[in-house]
């Protein structure tokens, strides 16, 4: 069985780093071994990363590629990895270059796939704070998606999922009409869409709780400003998806009511959040944002 995990990276040089020294930890107890190669693209035009690479003295226990991607935007990245991953692979993988996986990443993804017959499995991202944040940001766990916060179990089907850890079985690819969409380049989404399009197309997605990787913040994310930006772009991104693939009418009509619901519930809840403590009124706030992203994007 061969397998691809594929990376893009953008003048990140110590997450990388720690990156692919996590990669080279791997361990394989539920599953077979499989035929392992690492590809990495770099989405600087200058090739830091590949430089990088080839200037480490350390000896990985996988082959690893890194091509040079000078087109800017993730999604223009993220197709080149596929390319460069080639025909031969059962499956491409898709992390961050701002996580660490943990030794059991991928053995978790390949025996959830194995179990559940997926052709998408996607892991729960944690966030790291590698410095001291304000107990409010801990409590609020607003750098967890959704699935972990709801306590999703293994195997639960999903309508979505995201490249920051998952694995996906190389037909797919070879099934869609095109990959991640490159009118995404600037603005994000792309894997949004992709995974949309994905289900809509009648493939398995499912989830993997243990396949666990961990997502370094920055303190210059854990504050407020940052959080509602983040809220409003994702409720911008879905609508501007969805309605991308609902050419009807009555395709707008379902965001609007999402947005409108949201920003109302977010508004209800400000009351009692300033008795519950500042990470409540954060998360009330959260909802009016998310939704007023979701308005604009109709």
Not at 31 to 45: C, K
Not at 202 to 219: C, F, M, S
Not at 230 to 237: E, K, S, V
Request: include cysteine.
């Amino acid at each position: 069985m061969r397998v691809a995990v594929c990376v893009i990276t953008y003048q990140r040089p110590d997450g990388l780093k720690r990156l692919i020294g996590g990669l080279d930890e791997l361990v394989f107890d539920k599953s077979p071994p499989p035929n392992l190669e690492i590809i990495v693209v770099d989405n600087d035009q200058t090739g830091s990363a590949c430089a990088l690479l080839e200037s480490s003295s350390r000896k990985l226990g996988w082959p690893i590629k890194c091509c040079v991607e000078p087109r800017r935007g993730i999604p223009h990245a993220r197709n080149k990895a596929i390319a460069c991953a080639g025909t031969g692979v059962d499956f491409i993988a898709f992390v961050d270059d701002d996580e660490l996986p943990q030794p059991s990443w991928l053995d978790e993804l390949l025996c959830v796939q194995r179990s559940y017959d997926a052709d998408v499995v996607q892991g729960p991202v944690l966030p790291y704070f590698p410095e001291d944040v304000p107990t409010w940001i801990v409590k609020g766990r607003f750098f967890e998606r959704y699935a972990v916060r709801a306590g999703y179990g293994t195997g639960q089907r999903l309508e979505l999922a995201d490249t920051n850890n998952v694995l996906v079985r190389s037909e797919v690819f070879a099934g869609m009409d095109k990959l991640f969409d490159e009118r995404f380049a600037l603005t994000g989404g792309s894997d949004t869409h992709f995974f949309m399009r994905v289900f809509r197309a009648g493939y398995k997605i499912v989830w993997a709780n243990d396949a666990l990787a961990y997502e370094w913040i920055p303190k210059s994310r854990a504050n407020v400003r940052w959080i509602l930006q983040r809220a409003y772009r994702l409720g911008n991104t879905r609508s501007v998806c969805e309605l991308d693939l609902e050419s009807s009418r009555g395709g707008r009509v379902v965001p609007v009511v999402k947005g409108v619901g949201r920003i109302v519930q977010g508004l209800l809840l400000v009351p009692v959040s300033l008795v519950r403590g500042r990470h409540a009124f954060v998360e009330a706030l959260y909802g009016v944002c998310y939704g007023a992203g979701r308005l604009a994007g109709v």
